[in-house]
């Protein structure tokens, strides 16, 4: 397998901006580093210039709108995400959800753009969907356990078993993720013993004391 892929969303933590997403930023790339895992990171839109410029880490986008150039208030423009330096970006977040047309919308912007694209779902039957769509990954994420500390590996690990069976059946190419809860290498390992290449995390490194410390764990068993 290539190397284990750990993904930070920074989401809209006050622990996430600013001076702190370059702390977090900076401990990831010490760890990818030191372990060979690849660690990125999803910051707010108005950290993904800076983040890029300044780490040797993949940065994501939080979101995409399914729009080209043109007169869109308020949105995000796919070009606008590739141009400040993002590497790809999430899709269909479970903060941010998005209709299945859309997903396939933003999923071919991404493409014609060269941007890597995760789309995230809530269970085996809309990964599925996804996987149908021919994004690079699949990020399945039970909601009910997103930021609740309890973490999907342990407590729903047929939830990532039956996801990475959907998403193979439709397309062995797509890649899977799983997220929710995540916050040890223990998770991480089951994850990966599961199927997936690695995982989709927020809480558990953007509200550390030591975002280096928990990243180092979280790559520890792998
Ligand atoms: O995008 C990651 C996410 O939704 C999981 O959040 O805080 O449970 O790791 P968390």
């Known amino acids: 397998m ?3 892929f750990v993904l930070v969303n920074l989401k809209t933590y006050q622990e996430g901006m600013g001076s702190n997403a ?12 030191e372990s060979g895992a690849v660690i990125g990171i999803a910051p707010a839109f108005t950290e993904l210039h800076p983040m ?10 939080q979101h995409i709108d399914a729009i080209t150039p043109g007169a869109h208030t308020g949105h995000i423009l ?3 995400v590739r141009s400040a330096g993002a590497r790809g970006t ?5 903060e941010r959800r998005l209709t299945l047309a859309d997903i396939g919308a933003c999923v071919e912007s991404a493409r014609r753009l060269h941007l890597e694209t995760v789309v995230c779902t809530n ?9 149908a769509l021919r994004p690079d990954y699949v990020a399945i994420e039970p909601p009910e356990l997103i930021g609740s500390g309890v973490s999907v590996s342990k407590a729903d690990p047929g939830i990532i078993e039956r996801s990475v069976n959907a998403v193979r059946a439709v397309n ?8 929710a809860g995540i916050q040890s290498g223990e ?3 089951i994850a990966v013993d599961l199927g997936t290449c690695g995982v989709l995390l927020a809480s558990s490194v953007v509200k550390a004391d030591d975002p280096e410390a928990v990243l180092r764990d979280l790559v520890s068993l792998l």
Request: aromatic content about 4%; hydrophobic content about 45%; proline content about 8%.
């Open 2 to 4: 290539d190397s284990p």
């Open 22 to 33: 370059h702390r977090i930023a900076a401990a990831a790339e010490i760890v990818a580093k």
């Open 52 to 61: 890029s410029h300044h780490y040797a880490i993949p940065v994501y986008a």
């Open 78 to 80: 796919p070009e606008a």
């Open 90 to 94: 999430l899709i269909n977040h479970s």
């Open 123 to 131: 269970n085996d039957a809309t990964s599925a969907a996804a996987a």
């Open 172 to 179: 062995p190419d797509v890649n899977v993720l799983t997220g």
């Open 187 to 189: 998770c991480v390992k």
